[in-house]
T-cell receptor, first 118, second 114 residues
């Protein structure tokens, strides 16, 4: 069974400081990894994904994430946090390859609330 | 504008009164899905559909029904809602069934069952 862990329910960071939101995963096989952001009263928005290739993935709004296969991690980072980055962040994983019946389930983490303090 | 829409956005109902939450996408996506979001549990998949007339259960299908008669629509039906179905519901779509495809989410429907 595949799983995603976001060990921190909340992360607080001062505006202008670098931020990291942690994600570790467990799958049988090669993973596809995603980060989504949810602003208050809004649906989830795609930030970035890792499919294959370069371990450092750049996404929307200046966010990036590094795929680390040995540590099974996909932490989300940003060099300088903005107050407008305050939101709920979800990591998700899907195993690559074609499963019998064609469906690969995606599993979401429980979410990390990012609070950027002015 | 490419989008996934859901209606209603907010709904208060009573136990046992059938309800339907509609979901529609204008991107000609093959794959659609319903999730519920609960504090501390993240998003859990209820049902998904790989194409018209092809649906299957996700992780938490009990108490829910779906249908996919048209490619763009994927309604979620609660035949007899119960208080444990109070939650925030999201519909999502993606272009095709491939692992690296991005999901596009609707704005959510907040349901309270009394």
């Amino acid at each position: 069974a595949q799983s995603v862990a976001q060990p921190e329910d909340q992360v607080n960071v001062a505006e202008g400081n670098p931020l990291t939101v942690k994600c570790t995963y467990s799958v049988s096989g090669n993973p596809y990894l995603f980060w989504y952001v949810q602003y208050p009263n809004r649906g989830l928005q795609f930030l970035l994904k890792y499919i294959t290739g370069d371990n450092l993935v750049k996404g929307s709004y200046g966010f990036e994430a590094e795929f680390n296969k040995s540590q099974t991690s996909f932490h989300l980072k940003k060099p300088s946090a903005l107050v407008s980055d305050s939101a709920l962040y979800f990591c998700a994983v899907r195993v690559s390859g074609r499963k019998s019946g064609g469906y690969q389930k995606v599993t979401f983490g429980t979410g990390t609330k990012l609070q950027v303090i002015p | 504008e490419a989008q996934v829409t859901q209606n209603p956005r907010y709904l208060i109902t009573v136990t046992g009164k059938k309800l339907t939450v509609t979901c529609s996408q204008n991107m000609n996506h093959e794959y659609m899905s319903w999730y519920r979001q609960d504090p501390g549990l993240g998003l859990r998949q209820i049902y998904y559909s790989m194409n018209v007339e092809v649906t299957d259960k996700g992780d938490v299908p009990e108490g829910y029904k779906v249908s996919r008669k048209e490619k763009r629509n994927f309604p979620l039906i609660l035949e007899s809602p119960s208080p444990n179905q109070t939650s925030l519901y999201f519909c999502a779509s993606q272009r095709r069934l491939a692992g690296g495809e991005t999901q596009y989410f609707g704005p959510g429907t907040r349901l309270l069952v009394l």
